[in-house]
């Protein structure tokens, strides 16, 4: 490697390095507070890394990674998300029994994942970006033991990462029997001259979307997704909203993009029905919950349906509108979960809806906050939420997918009961 490619590394050998600092600090036996401080100045220094490299992109890492605008703007949504984590989870575990530092090595190690997973051109690269990711989430899940619904958690996210990467493997595979080869640019050329797409690369590109799909939490791959939501600690399920499914999302885009594969008709109608199952199916589960981080997760099964209406197309218009609806997702979602966070106490979250009442009176500030934060999660006008809904429109209305978008009308009327209905 030259010393460009660790140049435009920066941002990952930062997180990669941090994880092994702060293990150091671990051994020397500092307390929490230094332990936490230490990890918000490292997260801190790898998101300011990120303007450094600007000016070498778009740069080329043969053959596994590519450093350009639009992964640099997904790392710094994760970095970013995992600094705001980062603060939650001093906040909520400061009074737990539970000794909370080697938490943070894992969070390191989750947030490299996600973002190898953003910059991947390559299967190689974006399986290995998925297992970093997803081993530390496992613990992450079930990091508080004394609490039976997190072990729970743990162990029903384990099973859905554990078919997801079969899933996956399998569709590499016979996508690389096909094309006979795994980087993105190559598959692309293989696929030039064809009209439509050879019976064994279409099972293997759907046996990719499936296991994209357990990632994601699209539906019909939403099982137990409440219930790991649920079982774990309020800044993880934070984590695993955000930072985790902006990394399986990125690579997904780009994987399309450089295949062009919007131009295969059954491909498209795929991925039309997953995102009308995902906005109805996730808005009509979340109106029925009575569980706060339940709802927000029905609700991200939702805005992932929202997310693939601007995605389908795979226009220009597609990738602004996924980039901005992507950032007003991560900022809104961290709020509603910090403020979960916030608000639980030392031996149960802030989960049940009741714990919300009368809030206003007793904590304006933080009502007033969470209030604002629901409103953008609904697409009410004059939020970041509205905008971005009017940008996945556009996109979707643009390429002329007519049915997607009433579908994204009617489901949010539908998302507008249960978010009120909090407030």
């Known amino acids: 490697m030259s010393g460009n490619d660790f140049f435009a590394l920066t941002p ?4 990669a390095g941090s994880s092994v600092l702060i293990m150091l600090l671990i051994a020397i036996n500092l307390s929490h507070r230094v332990i936490q401080l230490s990890s918000l100045l490292l997260f801190t220094v790898a998101f300011a890394s990120l303007f450094y490299i600007q000016k070498l992109l778009p740069y080329n890492i043969e053959p596994l990674l590519i450093v350009d605008g639009f992964s640099v703007f997904i790392m710094g949504l994760i970095i970013f998300s995992s600094l705001v984590v980062n603060i939650l989870s001093y906040i909520y575990f400061e009074e737990k029994e539970e000794s909370p530092k080697e938490y943070y090595v894992l969070l390191f190690l989750c947030t490299l994942g996600a973002c190898v997973l953003a910059v991947s051109k390559h299967f190689i690269s974006l399986f290995l970006g998925l297992e970093i990711l997803t081993v530390g989430l496992y613990a992450l899940i ?7 619904h997190n072990i729970e958690a743990g162990i029903k996210y384990l099973v859905l990462a554990a078919f997801s990467s079969a899933f996956l493997l399998f569709g590499m595979a016979l996508i690389y029997l096909q094309t006979g080869s795994m980087e993105f640019s190559m598959i692309a050329r293989s696929l030039t001259s064809l009209q439509s797409l050879p019976p064994l690369f279409l099972t293997g590109l759907g046996m990719v979307l499936v296991g994209v799909g357990f990632k994601l939490a699209v539906v019909p791959f939403h099982m137990w997704t409440a219930d790991v939501y649920q079982g774990a600690p309020a800044p993880v399920t934070a984590f695993i909203a955000t930072a985790s499914k902006g990394g399986v999302f990125a690579v997904l885009f780009r994987f399309f993009i450089m295949i062009d594969g919007f131009r295969f008709k059954v491909v498209i109608l795929i991925l039309i029905c997953i995102a009308i199952a995902s906005m109805l199916i996730g808005n009509l589960l979340a109106v029925q919950k009575k569980n706060v981080k339940r709802i927000l997760a029905y609700s991200s099964i939702a805005h992932l349906g929202y997310l693939l ?11 602004k509108a996924v980039s901005f609806y992507l950032m007003a997702y991560f900022i809104t979602t961290l709020t509603a979960f910090g403020m979960v966070t916030i608000l639980s106490s030392k031996e149960t979250d802030a989960e049940d809806i009741e714990s ?5 009176w007793q904590r304006p500030v933080l009502a007033c906050i969470f209030s604002t934060a629901l409103l953008s999660l609904a697409g009410i006008p004059l939020t970041v939420g509205f905008v971005g809904k009017f940008y996945i429109l556009a996109a979707g209305l643009q390429a002329g997918f007519w049915i997607t978008a009433l579908i994204l009308v009617f489901s949010s009327v539908i998302g507008l009961y249960y978010y009120l209905r909090i407030i």
């Open 142 to 148: 079930a990091y508080l033991r004394v609490r039976h």
């Open 356 to 360: 919300y009442k009368a809030l206003f």
């Open 12 to 15: 990952l050998l930062l997180l």
């Open 309 to 319: 209406v601007a995605f389908i197309p795979g226009s220009m218009m597609s990738i």
